[in-house]
């Protein structure tokens, strides 16, 4: 006997369609989002059919792929019977049955009319395995009792739900994770043309709470439309709630309701019943309306959604985002959401360089033609591509997909060995078009980033832009308020690698003096984007973010899909600028729309091994009149710009002697020394100075003295397109010297350093790793004004530096002897990302006849301890973790007790920081005002941080943790330099206190 489910399942489920046959997508026909939809359903058709070929068909060939009834097996198990009571839908109580699914370790889907409400769902029983064994199905017999399992639903952790009445019918609820770890998930994916009139459509489910069946007889598509699928599939009241799939097995609806209706099948056989079913798709649109919305599902919706992968073709790769469709219910929302298409500007730009010369090779053109045709972008920059392979794209979509883009090109007369940049776009949405630069610009992209005739540095120099960067103007059809939106495009590719910094930086400044240039002739919308190759934390762009120009990031994966996060969440080395008047064209800063934590699958590989970046623009038909943000980049000097382009070879290399300038030397001769990583530091500093630009906390900007450094127009745009030119050079010496000590196989102990200014002072004092590298051989990660958080949390290059190093030294049979870390001062004496003291936070007001510890917030302080014993741990668990160096010494260090300066008679004067601006200043902010009382609270800030040392140290000879006391090494205040470094002579001293305990750690 077979158990059946108690009461009946609900009947006369409400259509969210009609049901007679008409054109496919009828209800979105009046504001088609794409030119053809019976194109793009041909064009995904072939490209989910790729080699289906038909030897001979008998009658109506409707055979499908053997391996999909794999994977129809596979996915059976996440079905199960559904058997609940209480009040349904229409308000009637009573006892029903239907079939759900899972879709995710903890969601489990099913219809609004089987689970309507949180009550109903937590009362209900939800069954797996209730199906006919393999041997009962063998041996013809179905009277055998199924084993099954049982679990129950927990819509307290989650419920969210659309009405089966002028809704989607559906809800998804929460269920515990053993049960998709035992029978596994279907997944959700938006897809808008994966099925057509005319294919199968396949159904598992407990028609009328029998054991599990699949409808495979019959199964003819007949209608797809923006919201629903129909279908003749066999079904039965219970049915409700299931899953339905295409011929390739893919999830396309939910299956809500039978209707009556006579119709004749397309292989002649007479039916009384027409099937529907809800498109995914249009629930993720749904959802995604939900979750922009102020209602009480908003948080749920957005939970729901990060287990739906990838684009609606319809809607694009950003759906109902930024979108604000009206409607009186769910279903009129999908609808306009779908037609909204006018409501926004999406952009993308991609490096597909495998297609510039390749384009020819059917695969790799058909497979970007659908990446592109899945995005559905309004406008796409794409980098390292010819021009006539972007015209065989732009042929491809329209010959596959239906749609007519229009294309411009950065070099039209480009060849096929010469990648370039392009533009391409909708046609039905823009007018597009080349705009040449100004003539005073052009000149600018043509620059090198050295003197011409400096062949020695041909290695790391060259053209600042290898690619010319093509301005692109674009108007939208519709007006919005008075007028239609014009922006301007610039699709950029920089030059990638750490020997493109210079020429990234430069690029960064000319850019910047470029755009001041348009806005001079009226154009202000303007978006870079595309190829950066830098981080925005690697200072090289820094020009065009002090601009006022927002940046954006995308991180590109490696595991072939694509996430989308907006900065400062993340940065990474593609990234997309947005002028700043754009907020005053768009309106409020809702204008930019990024979808973050929203995937695509790995296709995306098989065209090309760069990701997408890709943003939205929401337009609103009334623009704000506030004034655009950011800064005025004030006037330049084109003219002697120019003019120094053309002198620049003849003048930069002349020596000194011969310009009569005694004692003075040239910027190329300054470079060639700080490019000689044998020439000392102190031999270099009397050339340098502390720029007055404003920095970040214990990295001051070095920059060039002009009063001993002949520089022209060129030098110094290039300097100033370098935000931290003394910062780099610091650091590539020494990686250079590093480097060179491995070459010649320098016996003495190889050192990993990775720290703040105590280890990396740019080049104007000699600081503890300076002293150390003549003992050991010191490769050193560290960064003036660097933090834990950074360090250790955001960009954790230690552990990749030791992974390397364990790889590169294992084949000389080395390792590294020690790591030493330093990552403790910034975050107690520093600023934090703001730039407001940290000091300031732990400190009290003064309070008069009170001691030191009086005067320290005990909750803030025990806060900032906490967080940096925590990331210590972290760090030292994370080195000892690797097997090689589990018993690496780790060294950690503490500080000497520093002195507030702005004292009477202090005898500091740095060059590079105000003579009390981390210490002495803060205290007197807080009333504190007695340097005697100062020097007590930082006493008892330093001792404090000594004891967190200890105790993450613990036991050195057990934990090979091992704390440098550093208390009394600097001493007196003549052996500062400033309130929190010591002089070269004082970072000497402390330096003997590392090396006595390296001495002793180290097995030489």
């Known amino acids: 006997m077979v158990d059946s489910a108690p009461g009946r399942a609900p009947r006369g489920i409400p259509f969210a369609s009609a049901t007679k046959p008409e054109q496919s997508f009828a209800d979105i026909r009046a504001k088609l989002p794409v030119t053809s939809p019976e194109s793009m359903q041909l064009g995904w058709k072939g490209v989910r059919e790729v080699g289906v070929t038909f030897e001979r068909a008998i009658g109506r060939y409707v055979t499908i792929s053997a391996t999909l009834l794999k994977v129809l097996a596979d996915r059976r198990r996440a079905v ?26 903890n969601l489990f889907l099913t219809n609004n009319h089987v689970l309507n409400s949180d009550v109903v769902a937590g009362k209900a029983l939800v069954e797996f395995d209730y199906e006919v064994g393999e041997e009962a199905l063998l041996g013809g017999t179905s009277t055998v009792s199924p084993s ?7 819509p307290r952790r989650l419920f969210i739900t659309s009405p089966a009445q002028d809704g989607l019918d559906y809800t998804f609820v929460w269920i515990d994770s053993s049960a998709a770890a035992e029978f596994g998930t279907i997944v959700l994916e938006r897809s808008s043309f994966t099925m057509m009139e005319g294919e199968q459509a396949f159904v598992i489910h407990h028609p009328d709470g029998r054991l599990k069946e699949a409808s495979v007889d019959d199964t003819d598509i007949l209608k797809v439309d923006s919201r629903v699928v129909h279908y003749s599939s066999d079904t039965d009241y219970g049915s409700s709630g299931a899953p339905v799939f295409n011929r390739q097995g893919n999830l396309i609806a939910l299956h809500h309701a039978t209707s009556e209706q006579d119709l004749t099948l397309p292989n002649g056989h007479k039916s009384k019943y027409v099937n529907e079913g809800i498109k995914i798709a249009a629930i993720a649109l749904d959802l995604e309306t939900k979750a922009q919305s102020s209602g009480s599902d908003a948080a749920t919706a957005q939970e729901v959604l990060s287990a739906i992968r990838g684009s609606d073709t319809l809607t694009g790769f950003f759906g109902a985002l930024g979108r604000r469709p009206e409607g009186a219910n769910d279903l009129e929302r999908v609808v306009n959401a779908y037609t909204s298409d006018d409501a926004d500007i999406d952009i993308g730009f991609w490096n597909i360089e495998h297609l510039a010369s390749r384009y020819q090779e059917g695969p790799k053109l058909e497979a970007a033609a659908a990446v592109l045709a899945d995005m559905k972008l309004d406008i796409w920059g794409l ?14 979509l329209k010959e596959r997909f239906g749609e007519d883009y229009g294309c411009a090109f950065s070099e039209p007369d480009a060849g096929d060995g010469k990648q370039s940049t392009a533009v391409i776009w909708r046609t039905a949405v823009l007018d597009g078009s080349s705009v040449e630069w100004p003539e005073e610009v052009q000149l600018l992209f043509k620059m090198r980033s050295d003197n011409p005739a400096a062949s020695e540095f041909e290695a790391v120099h060259g053209k600042i832009f290898d690619r010319y960067p093509g301005l692109f103007r674009f108007v939208t059809g519709k007006r919005y308020g008075a007028a239609p939106v014009t922006l301007h495009v610039i699709p950029l590719h920089l030059k990638a690698m750490s020997e493109g910094s210079l020429r990234r930086r430069m690029a960064s400044g000319i850019l910047r003096r470029a755009l001041e240039v348009l806005k001079r002739n009226g154009i202000e919308d303007v978006i870079l984007g595309g190829d950066m190759n830098a981080t925005l934390a690697s200072g090289d762009l820094n020009h065009l973010k002090h601009a006022g120009f927002r940046p954006m990031g995308a991180d590109d994966e490696q595991d072939g899909a694509f996430t989308y996060l907006k900065s400062p969440y993340k940065s990474f080395i593609d990234n997309i600028f947005l002028s700043p008047n754009l907020k005053h064209t768009f309106g409020d800063d809702e204008f930019l729309v990024v979808a973050r934590d929203r995937e695509i699958g790995d296709f995306v590989k098989t065209v090309s091994d760069h990701r997408p970046i890709m943003i939205r623009l929401a337009l609103r038909d009334k623009p704000a009149t506030e004034e655009p943000a950011g800064t005025s980049l004030g006037a330049i000097d084109v003219d002697g710009l120019l003019d120094s382009i053309q002198l620049h070879a003849s003048f930069a290399r002349r020596p000194p002697a011969a310009l009569g300038l005694p004692g003075k030397i040239t910027f190329e001769e300054l470079k060639r020394m700080l490019s000689d990583p044998s020439i000392p530091d102190a031999r270099i500093r009397p050339y340098l100075q502390v720029s007055p630009r404003d920095h970040a906390p214990f990295s001051p900007i070095v920059e060039p003295n002009p009063n001993k450094v002949i520089m022209d127009q060129i030098d110094r745009v290039e300097v100033e397109s370098a935000i931290n030119w003394g910062n780099s050079f610091c650091r590539w010496r020494r990686e250079q010297r590093f480097e060179q000590r491995l070459k010649i196989n320098d016996p003495k102990p190889i050192l990993l350093v990775e720290g703040d200014s105590w280890f990396q002072f740019p080049l104007l004092l000699d600081e503890v790793v300076d002293h150390l590298d003549g003992d050991f051989v010191v490769r050193c990660l560290g960064a003036a004004g660097d ?109 000497d007790y520093a002195i507030p300066g702005g004292f009477a008679e202090d005898p500091r004067h740095p060059i590079w920081a105000a003579q009390d601006k981390w210490l002495g200043a803060p205290m007197r902010a807080k009333g504190i005002v007695d340097p005697i009382l100062q020097r007590e609270i930082i006493k008892l800030l330093i001792d404090r941080l000594y004891d967190m040392f200890d105790k993450v140290a613990g036991n050195s000879r057990v934990t090979k943790v091992h704390m440098v006391d550093a208390r009394g090494a600097l001493g007196p205040v003549d052996s500062w330099a400033d309130e929190i470094h010591g002089t070269s002579d004082g970072f000497a001293n402390v330096a003997s206190r590392f090396k006595a305990v390296l001495n002793r750690v180290i097995r030489l």
């Open 148 to 154: 099954k399992k049982v679990f129950r639903l927990d």
């Open 383 to 396: 980098s390292e591509v010819s021009p006539n392979a972007v015209r065989a794209l732009v042929k491809e």
């Open 787 to 895: 933090t834990a958080d950074n360090m250790i949390h955001r960009d954790p290059e230690y552990a990749r530096e030791l992974a390397a190093l364990d790889g590169r030294l294992g084949k000389e049979k080395r390792k590294v002897s020690a790591f030493l870390l330093s990552a403790a001062g910034n975050d107690v004496i520093g600023a934090d990302a703001e730039g407001n003291s940290v000091l300031l936070k732990l400190l009290k007001k003064y309070q008069p006849k009170k001691g030191a510890s009086a005067h320290i917030d005990p909750k803030a302080s025990k806060a900032v301890f906490s967080y940096l014993e925590a990331a210590y741990r972290k760090v030292i668990a994370t080195v000892h973790a690797m097997p090689t160096y589990r018993d690496l010494p780790i060294l950690i260090h503490g500080y």
């Open 80 to 105: 199960a019977r559904i058997q609940t009571d209480g009040i349904d839908f229409r308000g009637d109580p009573g006892a029903w049955g239907g079939t759900g699914f899972l879709v995710a370790p």
